[in-house]
């Protein structure tokens, strides 16, 4: 699912009114109709709502809300509606405007609507075009619907919230849910903004496509992609088909990490696997994952680097869970970028590469590296903000060629061809020490398998944060662990839920 610009939304609601055609109010209300279904569906399937506050704009969000007033009082849903007077009404919102005058109630500075916890409040008054600040009466409005304490749905746009960069000041609507046209925008992605959409739905509002007009570097990872990239296991294979996994990893005190990461890359599917890891961890392996074989360093607190085996036998190599930032880890991470192999980079690999810069250029086309923020600032230096973040991103993997997964809340899986793929599943739950070294796990089982970086990248992010959310119903966000998410890993086309199209506020 591609993320567009407002600009690009506005193209298509152009090209459609030409094209299909349709008048723009006609597709104001087919738009309008189909987020009423949603609403109405909602509000009579909840006993706690028992009455609507709906506020209205002067431009085209406004007609999209007034049009819902029309619906409400078709089916006796309660409603007051305001129409929140700021600037000239647009041609389109004036025709819904006239058809429901009669029953719409200007806001102004003293205005303060009664409500109570059964009421709904919708937000129809700023949509995507919206990049100011707001004033007076829109600013009031704006803060009293944050005041309310009630249930708050928005229309395309949480008003005051841009769709395409940060805004500059703080007066947005914070919605519980967003019914938004057509795309996700990009601001429902970021750190700074994403809470202010709340759970989110997009509305197929029936606009003609046109490729030109769509293109564009951020996306949603959809559960359609992640089954197709996902390869059938054939009757007639063997475990040689599915790849020898090497994993560098675990050191005195750090061995835990070793084990989540072990097994998370035999869970999700590979052949083979085996560990490169100090000799105090041979009893701690060889107890806890019978299914993994061993390498040990000699050294048993920390990698020497000394004891490493020949990397050519090995499909995929992971490294860097609770290594240490040694010498010896220095020594192996040189070796494996070296042998060229597909690899995935975590953690310590990641602190030492960011130590030793010049290591840099050794990245390749087939590295995976997964930094959580704070490491990706070790890496190329302190962002301005999320935006600034991606940028860098992006100019990092461009410059060498590597896949880079950016963990966050809502993770970054980035290409050198400068696109930007958002994942959508995963919860607070996941917050813990030790999820990360799973997801390691999960693309070296994946790398293994000789699934392309990109692909492995997008397949192993995907489910990682399926598993938190299985391990989060079962466990709750508080207890659920880590190793929770081992035990719910399960790559296949048929376990996803095809249900999974919103991001939901825990």
């Known amino acids: 699912m591609q993320i567009l610009s407002a600009k690009q939304q506005k193209y298509l609601d152009a090209f459609t009114i030409e094209n299909e055609p349709i008048s723009s109010v006609d597709l104001m209300n087919r738009a309008a109709s189909i987020c009423v279904e949603e609403i109405i569906g909602e509000i009579l399937n909840n006993e706690r709502v028992t009455s609507v506050v709906l506020l209205c704009g002067t431009g085209n969000n406004g007609g999209d809300g007034f049009v819902l007033l029309r619906y409400f009082k078709a089916v006796r849903i309660p409603v007051t509606c305001y129409l ?15 058809l429901v005058k009669d029953n719409v109630l200007i806001w102004d500075a003293e205005t303060n609507p009664e409500w109570d916890a059964q009421t709904l409040i919708i937000d129809s008054i700023l949509g995507i075009g919206s990049n100011r600040a707001p004033q007076n009466e829109l600013k009031q409005a704006i803060d009293w619907i944050n005041g309310a304490n009630c249930p708050v749905y928005a229309i395309d746009m949480p008003s005051g919230l841009p769709a395409d960069e940060l805004p500059t000041h703080q007066t947005i609507v914070r919605a519980d849910k967003t019914f938004t046209f057509h795309a996700p925008k990009l601001t429902f992605f970021l750190p700074e903004t994403a809470e202010y959409a709340g759970e989110w739905k997009v509305l197929d509002i029936g606009l003609l496509h046109r490729p030109e007009l769509e293109q564009s570097p951020y996306s949603v990872l959809q559960v359609k992609t992640v089954k197709e990239l996902i ?11 599915y790849g020898h996994a090497l994993l560098i990893a675990g050191s005195d005190g750090k061995m835990g990490a070793c084990l989540l990461s072990a097994e ?60 240490g930032t040694g010498a010896g880890t220095l020594k192996a991470l040189k070796k494996v970028l070296q042998a060229k192999k597909a690899c995935v980079m975590d953690a310590d690999a990641l602190n030492v ?5 010049g290591l840099m250029e050794e990245l ?24 600034d973040r991606l940028n860098r991103a992006v100019q990092f993997t461009q410059r060498h060629a590597c896949i880079l997964v950016l963990k966050d809340a809502i993770t ?9 793929c958002f994942n959508i599943t995963g919860n607070p739950g996941m917050a813990k020490g030790g999820s990360g070294d799973v997801l390691t796990g999960m693309i070296l089982g994946c790398l293994a398998q000789r699934i392309s970086p990109f692909d492995a990248a997008r397949i192993a992010v995907f489910h990682h944060g399926l598993a938190g959310d299985k391990a989060r119903d079962e466990k ?20 996803i839920d095809e249900s999974i199209t919103t991001v939901k506020r825990s």
Not at 353 to 357: C, D, G, Q, T
């Open 353 to 357: 590469l960011a130590e030793n810069p």
């Open 231 to 241: 390869p059938k296991r054939k009757r007639f294979s063997h475990k040689g088909t």
């Open 84 to 98: 929140v007077p700021f600037g000239t009404m647009s041609e389109d919102c004036r025709v819904q405007y006239e």
């Open 476 to 495: 709750g966000e508080y207890a659920m662990l880590p190793h929770d998410l081992v035990a719910h890993i399960k790559i296949a086309p048929a376990s």
């Open 364 to 387: 390749h086309e087939n590295c995976v590296l997964t930094p959580h923020p704070k490491e990706f600032e070790r890496l190329v230096g302190t962002s301005e903000n999320s935006l």
């Open 264 to 323: 998370a890359a035999l869970r999700s599917g590979v052949g083979l696997l085996t560990v490169h890891t100090v000799s105090q961890g041979k009893f701690q392996l060889h107890t806890r994952i019978p299914e993994a074989m061993g390498i040990w360093d000699m050294n048993e607190q920390e990698l020497s680097g000394e004891h490493l085996p020949d990397l050519q036998p090995y499909a995929a190599i992971g490294i860097g869970p609770g290594l």
């Open 412 to 420: 970054a899986i980035v290409h050198p061809s400068g696109t930007v």
